[in-house]
C-alpha cells in the first residue's frame, strides 16, 4: 500500500524510469479470474474536479501502433463483452470521448450528439443505416452511386436547393406540394407516363414573338356514332355526349373514318358547340342544293376551356 497524505504534491507516489528498453515498464497480471464483476486488475480513483485521472504523455516521433491499445484477441472462447465502457450518471454533459489535434475536437461524442469537422466516408457494400430519428444534413452532400429511400415514410427537403446533376428514376409518384414553382433548365424534359393537373388548374405553355400563350384549364373528348338524314340547301343538328363540357368551351369535331368522310363535298360545311352541359351539338349543312345523305360515320368532338 502507499499512502499519501492529502496536500501531497509530488510528481509521482510510484515512480518507474527506464532508458531503452524491449518488454513492459509496468506490468500487472493476474494467474486467475475475478472473484467478481466489479473487480479490478488496476483501479484509478479520486474525488477529483479537475487534472486527469489517467495521463498518457509521448514525448517521442511516436509511430506504434496505439498509445492505448486494448487487445483482446487472447481471450479465449467467444468473448462477447465490451472493450472499452464509459459510464456517467445521468445529470453527466460532458464528452464521453474526445478526439483532438492540436487542441481542436476533430471528433467527440456527448450523451446527446456524435460531433465531427472532418469528412466520414463509409466504404465497402456494408449499409449505412439510421434509426427512426430525422437525420439532418446541413452541407454539401455528394452520392457517387444510387440513392434509394424504402418503405412509406416520406423523403422530404427543406427550403434550400436541390440539383439533380443525373438521370433521375421514379418508381412512384411524384408529388410537389405548397405554392412554390416546379421549374427545369433549358435541356429537354420527358414525361414518358400518365400526366395529370389537379382541377382548376392550368396548363400554359410559353408562346412566342414575346406573347405568352393562353392557359388551358380543361380538355374533354368523346366519340359517338352519328347519322345525319338527306340534306339539301338547308342543315341538320345532331347531338353527342362530352362529359365536363361547358357552355362556351372552344370545341371541334371531325369525322374519324378512314380515306374521306362521306359527309364532305363541296358544298357541305359543319360546325360544332357546347348547347348544353355534357352536350355538343354538331350542325351540318349542304348550302347549293346538291342533296347529299351522309352515311353513319364515327366523330370525335374536343372541348377545351381556357
Known sequence: DVALAANYTGTGAVAIHGGQFTGSLLNVSSTADAVNATSSLVSLSGPLTKGNLLNLLVSGTYAGSGVVYVDLT????????????????????????????????KFNITPTTINTTVA??????????????????????????????????TFSTGTGAISLNGA??????????????????????????NTTLAQG??????????????????HYSNTASLNFPSINGSCSNLTMTVTGARAGDTTIATPQGNGAPSIISGTTYWIAWVSANNTVTIRACETQGAAINPGAET????????
Open 74 to 105: 487472447t481471450a479465449t472462447g467467444a468473448p462477447t463483452g465490451s472493450g472499452v465502457v464509459v459510464n456517467t450518471s445521468g445529470a453527466y454533459t460532458g464528452r464521453f470521448i474526445d478526439l483532438q489535434l492540436a487542441g481542436t475536437s
Open 120 to 153: 466520414f466516408a463509409q466504404t465497402g457494400a456494408v449499409a449505412f443505416s439510421t434509426g427512426t430519428g430525422a437525420v439532418s444534413l446541413n452541407g454539401a452532400t455528394t452520392l457517387s452511386s444510387s440513392f434509394s429511400q424504402t418503405g412509406a415514410n
Open 168 to 193: 433521375t428514376t421514379l418508381s412512384s409518384t411524384f408529388s410537389q406540394t405548397g405554392a412554390n414553382t416546379f421549374s427545369t433548365g433549358t435541356g429537354a424534359v420527358a414525361i414518358n407516363g
Open 201 to 218: 388548374l392550368t396548363l400554359t405553355l410559353a408562346g412566342t414573338n414575346g406573347t405568352a400563350s393562353t392557359p388551358i384549364t380543361a
Open 299 to 306: 366523330w370525335r368532338a374536343d372541348v377545351w376551356r381556357h
